[in-house]
């Protein structure tokens, strides 16, 4: 893989638990301060992806290595993949993740965070992910 | 060299005349929507870099390739590289370019965009560059 950030450390149980398998996180720019746009790098191994959420100030996807998966409620998956960007309203509900085959390198921007931070929904069907 | 996101265009003579070479330039979130983010792929040519400049509303740089640098008015420069970030507060007169051996890739945030567009002022002294 070619990593340009840090990997960083896994995700505490306190928010693993809304991703079904290992995932990796290093803050760029943290969540309190002027820039109001907290940016991390977040690492997904082969198969695992996020539950469905929403995010009240909506949120920028910037696909740095890998490949994998982004959906919104109510629409067909997209495939992603290093060189993309994803534009997620806020409120809108989806989920990201990496293929069955593959690592997802993603940058997260948080934009509008003071709107609020992410609310976690309930797990993508197992069957809707295997068909992909 | 390792580009992940489209160089684009290089810059319109109205933004390049801040320059002093060659910038490409590739809008990967625009202006004006919702996520009130703008960013952009910029790309330097080695010895390009460019003027002193404020942003109303700060900026951050994710280095994604090359090496470069970054100062700020009365501060030492700061040799930056693939994987290095930049956090500049609002109103900090500042420049980034390309080392003069090295392109330098950088995404760039424009936080808080409401506040207004980046202030261009004179050029980097050509001895204070040259002693880098």
Request: proline content about 5%.
């Amino acid at each position: 893989m070619n990593e340009i950030f840090p990997r960083g450390e896994k995700l505490p149980d306190i928010i693993s638990k809304y991703f079904t398998g290992n995932v990796w996180l290093q803050m760029l720019v943290g969540r309190e301060n002027e820039w109001n746009c907290p940016i991390g790098n977040v690492t997904f191994e082969p198969g695992c992806i996020n539950n469905w959420h929403r995010h009240p100030g909506g949120q920028i996807l910037l696909v740095t290595e890998g490949r994998g998966w982004y959906q919104e409620w109510g629409a067909e998956a997209r495939e992603i993949k290093a060189g993309d960007v994803v534009t997620i309203p806020s409120d809108v509900k989806h989920w990201h993740g990496a293929a069955k085959d593959s690592w997802l390198v993603h940058l997260s921007i948080e934009t509008n965070i003071s709107a609020g931070n992410a609310e976690w929904l309930e797990p993508v069907s197992e069957v809707d992910y295997g068909r992909l």
